[in-house]
């Protein structure tokens, strides 16, 4: 009999399928779909900060137009503005409460945030409607010259919301760090219980006869889950914390080799979008049948195989295998 199950965040799941955070798990039909269809556990799409904030500032400036509610009193500002992002939120906790109540897999909150504002308060209360853990998207751009504090961002945006909840908080980060190893570790010693490498950024392309900006794939292929492996292999022996891979995981075969580089879960989105949800549950008979093949029953009997092999030093490691590949190409 195949075991499937692993843990994440503390949680217990039935198999390593998590459902991303996408448009797909933005009501409560789409959640409902990815668990009959085999999920072992769902993300929430995100609230973005920016999108509570940019809200509830437009607000601001309608009320300050009408004198019946603007007196000039920043009180009155004050309280519109607070009341109105508590607002963009009820919609949110809404779906939380009906997921937690509708379903029977792990239920996890998203945020996709890019500060340490006024926004770490409304943890709690996704905490209080049921969240079973939390993933913060920290969202910082690289490209942003004007955040001199890019990585010490990450850390207080952690240390703030790890103050307003008792539930499980994973990170979803991008590969856009200064020394990414180094990086990885120490967000892992923040108190985070997981995280999720990596996030996708959006990429833009360009349309040659228009001379214009388009927006590249949406979706991401196959070939862009190597870096995810690569790093999922490199860190997932070197760190406390839980593993997420996420990025261009679409078949049974990428789950697979990502639980050998030791991840705990992967999370899906593309391929949901592109196939179907139908295709959780092509990629865990996949998986099973691969088990099968192998003689294995449980995931634990192959996860971090392959990431044992990096052993203490994984750039040195690397560097034999770039020999060794590479060195007899002429
Ligand atoms: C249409 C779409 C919407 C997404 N929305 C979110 C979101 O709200 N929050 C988030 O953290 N990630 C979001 N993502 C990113 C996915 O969760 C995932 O990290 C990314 O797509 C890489 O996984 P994939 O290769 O399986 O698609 C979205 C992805 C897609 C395609």
Known sequence: MIDLSTNYLGLKLKNPIVAASSGLTGSLEGL???????????????????EILLQAELEVQEAE???????????????????????????????????????????????NCISSEDWTHF??????AGADALELNIFLNPADF????????????????????????????SKYFTRLGLSVKALSESGVAGIVLFNRFYTPDIDIEKIAITSANMFS????????????AIMSEKIDCDLAASTGIHKGEDVVKMI?????????????????????????????????????????????????MYGEDPAA???????????EIN
Do not use: C
Not at 32 to 49: C, N, T, Y
Not at 67 to 77: K, N, T
Not at 123 to 128: C, I, V, Y
Not at 147 to 165: P, Q
């Open 123 to 128: 943890t709690r209360k996704m905490e209080e």
């Open 317 to 327: 490691f690397e560097r034999m295998q770039f020999m060794k590949n590479f060195s």
């Open 65 to 111: 137009k009408d004198p019946m509610i603007y007196s000039g009193h920043s009180e009155i500002l004050d309280y519109i503005d607070l009341h109105i992002k508590e607002d963009k939120l009820k919609d949110y906790l809404k779906l939380i409460r009906d997921a937690r109540k509708n379903l029977s897999i792990p239920v996890i909150a998203s945020i």
């Open 260 to 308: 050998l580089a030791g991840a705990n879960v992967t999370q899906l989105a593309s391929t949901l979008y592109k196939n179907g949800p139908d295709q959780i549950s092509r990629i865990l008979k996949k998986v099973e049948k691969w088990m099968t093949e192998k003689g294995f029953d449980s995931l634990d009997q192959f996860r971090g195989m392959i990431a044992r």
């Open 32 to 50: 409902l779909s990815m668990e009959k269809h085999g999920a072992g556990a769902v993300v929430i799409k995100s609230i973005f900060e920016e």
């Open 146 to 173: 004007k955040n001199k504090e890019f990585e010490k961002a990450y850390f207080k945006i952690i240390k703030k919301v790890l103050d307003n909840v008792k539930i499980p908080v994973a990170i979803k980060i």
């Open 221 to 232: 292929t196959p070939e862009e889950q190597y870096e995810t492996l690569r790093w999922t």
